[in-house]
């Protein structure tokens, strides 16, 4: 559990993650999206019969028309703080499921969208984004709660011991970098090239285990995805996971209905699986898609956090190729 004296996100940090934000709100589409994401009830409206519906205490609605100057930024951050104190002492208290839910009100667990993209926005200095991220989800909550390690907090910091800087996040930088993780490295990287981080399925996970996700929820939560990268326009897209490729791969198809390796994968219960079957030349006709009229790259890569996709590091080359990386 998060001890006192643990490191924080300052007054300071908070208006840079703000900032982020608002380069990449674009005319208040990002902050509008948030907003009908922090209402959403699509998973269990249309299945209403199933037990494992994700937990919607990820996304927060960011006001940022009205977080235009310093003053209202730090009264916004009194609020979040609140949220995390809050948060704190009933993680603390190792409710029940039930309980917890029952108790946490309008609090989330991150400042914005996803505990990773609000580190990314606090390293963002520019309004360009090199590499939109789209995982599966932020981790399943029944999981969650009981689990130590994996409690993170609104304003945590990538310092303290407790938070989201686990394997999938430092697996992921170091591969893509070619390098041992240094923090450094990936803060230069979000400063000067933009990443943005998202999920197939923008709420906790409601199964007990990982992999037992419904598909459908991902359904539910397309429509969201679709419209982050319009608003993104993001030089290359990278899934993580079988149900992330194939959440993406569907995305990605309407605007490309000539790709056959897209509407395999869009359609493979196991699409990591076909794309490795596939020439290097086929692949490679991923790197020159279209979404509306943008031009973009998309590379599906297996979800780093596991161990055993280690040996798949070779193909972070062609994305560090892709992106004109130094090695």
Same mark, same amino acid.
């Given at each position: 559990?998060?001890?006192?004296?643990?490191?924080?996100?300052?007054?300071?940090?908070?208006?840079?993650?703000?900032?982020?934000?608002?380069?990449?709100?674009?005319?208040?589409?990002?902050?509008?999206?948030?907003?009908?994401?922090?209402?959403?009830?699509?998973?269990?409206?249309?299945? /209403?019969?199933?037990?494992?519906?994700?937990? +919607? @205490? =990820?996304?927060? %609605?960011?006001?940022? *028309?009205?977080?235009?100057?310093?003053?209202?930024?730090?009264?916004?951050?009194?609020?979040?703080?609140?949220?995390?104190?809050?948060?704190?002492?009933?993680?603390?208290?190792?409710?029940?499921?039930?309980?917890?839910?029952?108790?946490?009100?309008?609090?989330?667990?991150?400042?914005?969208?996803?505990?990773?993209?609000?580190?990314?926005?606090?390293?963002?200095?520019?309004?360009?984004?090199?590499?939109?991220?789209?995982?599966?989800?932020?981790?399943?909550?029944?999981?969650?709660?009981?689990?130590?390690?994996?409690?993170?907090?609104?304003?945590?910091?990538?310092?303290?011991?407790?938070?989201?800087?686990? /394997?999938?996040?430092?697996?992921?930088?170091? +591969? @893509? =970098?070619?390098? %041992?993780?240094?923090? *450094?490295?990936?803060?230069?990287?979000?400063?000067?090239?933009?990443?943005?981080?998202?999920?197939?399925?923008?709420?906790f996970g409601g199964a007990d285990k990982?992999?037992?996700?419904?598909?459908?929820?991902?359904?539910?939560c397309r429509p969201y995805v679709e419209?982050?990268?319009?608003?993104?326009?993001?030089?290359?897209?990278?899934?993580?996971?079988?149900?992330?490729?194939?959440?993406?791969?569907?995305?990605?198809?309407?605007?490309?209905?000539?790709?056959?390796?897209?509407?395999?994968?869009?359609?493979?219960?196991?699409?990591?699986?076909?794309?490795?079957?596939?020439?290097?030349?086929?692949?490679?006709?991923?790197?020159?898609?279209?979404?509306?009229?943008?031009? =973009?790259?998309?590379?599906?890569?297996?979800?780093?956090?596991?161990?055993?996709?280690?040996?798949?590091?070779?193909?972070?080359?062609?994305?560090?190729?892709?992106?004109?990386?130094?090695?």
């Amino acid at each position: 559990m998060e001890q006192m004296g643990q490191p924080k996100y300052t007054a300071r940090d908070f208006r840079s993650v703000i900032n982020g934000y608002r380069k990449v709100d674009n005319d208040a589409a990002l902050s509008t999206l948030l907003l009908e994401a922090y209402r959403c009830t699509r998973c269990s409206t249309k299945y /209403p019969d199933r037990l494992d519906h994700p937990v +919607n @205490l =990820l996304v927060r %609605p960011l006001p940022l *028309s009205r977080l235009s100057n310093i003053t209202a930024v730090d009264k916004y951050f009194i609020r979040i703080k609140r949220d995390h104190g809050h948060l704190r002492n009933m993680l603390k208290a190792k409710l029940t499921l039930s309980e917890f839910l029952g108790r946490v009100g309008s609090a989330r667990f991150c400042i914005g969208l996803l505990p990773w993209l609000d580190y990314s926005m606090l390293h963002r200095r520019t309004d360009a984004t090199d590499i939109m991220i789209i995982g599966i989800d932020f981790k399943n909550f029944p999981d969650f709660i009981t689990k130590q390690k994996d409690h993170h907090l609104p304003i945590a910091t990538a310092q303290a011991s407790n938070n989201v800087w686990g /394997p999938t996040w430092r697996r992921f930088w170091s +591969n @893509l =970098l070619a390098a %041992p993780y240094e923090d *450094s490295a990936i803060q230069g990287f979000l400063n000067v090239r933009g990443a943005y981080f998202t999920n197939s399925m923008l709420c906790f996970g409601g199964a007990d285990k990982p992999r037992l996700h419904c598909y459908q929820y991902l359904e539910c939560c397309r429509p969201y995805v679709e419209r982050q990268i319009a608003i993104v326009r993001p030089k290359c897209l990278v899934s993580f996971g079988d149900f992330g490729c194939r959440n993406v791969a569907s995305i990605l198809e309407k605007y490309n209905p000539e790709c056959k390796l897209l509407s395999s994968l869009s359609r493979a219960a196991n699409p990591l699986h076909i794309f490795r079957e596939y020439s290097v030349r086929e692949r490679r006709k991923l790197f020159h898609l279209k979404f509306e009229s943008h031009d =973009l790259g998309f590379f599906p890569l297996y979800q780093p956090g596991w161990s055993y996709t280690a040996k798949y590091r070779r193909n972070y080359s062609e994305l560090r190729e892709y992106l004109q990386l130094k090695t």
